[in-house]
């Protein structure tokens, strides 16, 4: 069994133009806590490959928002509105993985892993498909 807690700092811009001398620029950023829990079987071979498999959630909060609008070309912008969401938002997800236990001395264990997650919904990223490479440390009391 394993549960991860997983700190990210997200953002996205959105660029709308309708032709060449009106449009808007549109930036969000917020912090997002990943909660990976996951069961995990490993092989006792000599590299120590193991597969995980499990579910997830995140709490998106702290949005910080902007928008530019531009007439007339690019500069300088017609209006710059700065805002703050406190709205937070909580998504879940199924979350698959596979790496290798490749080092290990004592207690502390170094792992590589590639994980892929599919979300449920949509919210605040561009593809519900998620595939990340994670370098796991550990230590075992």
Same mark, same amino acid.
């Given at each position: 069994?394993?549960?991860?807690?997983?700190?990210?700092?997200?953002?996205?811009?959105?660029?709308?133009?309708?032709?060449?001398?009106?449009?808007?620029?549109?930036?969000?950023?917020?912090?997002?806590?990943?909660?990976?829990?996951?069961?995990?079987?490993?092989?006792?071979?000599?590299?120590?490959?193991?597969?995980?498999?499990? &579910?997830? @959630? /995140?709490?998106?909060?702290? #949005?910080?928002?902007?928008?530019? $609008?531009?007439?007339?070309? =690019?500069?300088?912008?017609?209006?710059?509105?700065?805002?703050?969401?406190?709205?937070?938002?909580?998504?879940?997800?199924?979350?698959?993985?596979?790496?290798?236990?490749?080092?290990?001395? &004592?207690? @502390? /264990?170094?792992?590589?892993? #590639?994980?892929?997650?599919?979300? $449920?919904?949509?919210?605040? =990223?561009?593809?519900?498909?998620?595939?990340?490479?994670?370098?796991?440390?550990?230590?075992?009391?």
């Amino acid at each position: 069994m394993e549960v991860d807690a997983l700190y990210k700092r997200s953002d996205t811009t959105q660029h709308e133009f309708f032709n060449p001398f009106f449009g808007s620029i549109t930036r969000l950023s917020a912090n997002s806590w990943e909660f990976p829990m996951q069961i995990k079987y490993q092989w006792n071979v000599r590299f120590r490959p193991f597969a995980s498999a499990g &579910g997830t @959630f /995140r709490h998106i909060a702290g #949005f910080d928002a902007s928008e530019e $609008t531009f007439t007339f070309g =690019l500069t300088p912008p017609y209006s710059v509105v700065r805002y703050r969401l406190h709205a937070p938002l909580t998504d879940g997800g199924i979350v698959v993985g596979a790496g290798l236990a490749l080092w290990s001395a &004592g207690r @502390f /264990r170094i792992a590589p892993q #590639f994980r892929y997650t599919r979300w $449920t919904s949509v919210r605040f =990223l561009p593809t519900q498909n998620q595939v990340e490479f994670l370098l796991g440390l550990s230590f075992a009391p």
